[in-house]
């Protein structure tokens, strides 16, 4: 993992700083977000295979930069392949209070013939995690397609999270209080 540090205000580039707990840091090109900074001002991100098929051996995990520092917290990284039983994790979405959504994408569900399957087929489920328990639970959702995983969004105190497969196209009403999808939007 590298990350370029650079000055917001002076647009001055500072450095480069570098990990070795992962391979590549942010969401692939089908993952629009893969950072957030929490209540603390702290920086969260995941950082994961570029493939999620091969090269590295390392972990899809979730990197921290404190609030005031310019270099990784050697104190947190989540292994976020072992806490979804061995699965990559890649588009992060922060909600607050130390939580976010996670997709994660199901290796054996990939169509090894084709380069673009994990863009095009539903090969990803929406994850719930907990940045300061370390805790993952997989939402009670069908698979759906990479270009499908871009956003997360609240909605009357819920959660409102796309779907798309080879069955349907819908935005699903999650509730996290409840732990269940409350309805469905065919879209």
Known sequence: VYIAVAD????QFEKIIKSGMSQTAGGALH???AMAIDENNDIYFTAHLSSGTG????PSGLM???SGTTDFDDTYFWNLTEATNNHRADAFYYIGNGKAFITVGYPELLNPYNIMSPLLDPV???WFIDLKAKSAIEL??????GFNTSWAIVYNNNYLLPIANNQETAIYEYSLTLGK???????
């Open 8 to 11: 917001a205000e002076s647009l």
């Open 124 to 126: 990803y489920k929406w």
């Open 140 to 145: 009670d959702l069908p698979v759906t397609k």
């Open 55 to 58: 090269g590295s051996r390392k």
């Open 31 to 33: 993952s629009r977000n």
């Open 64 to 66: 921290r930069i404190k």
């Open 181 to 187: 999808q409350i309805r469905k939007i065919n879209t």
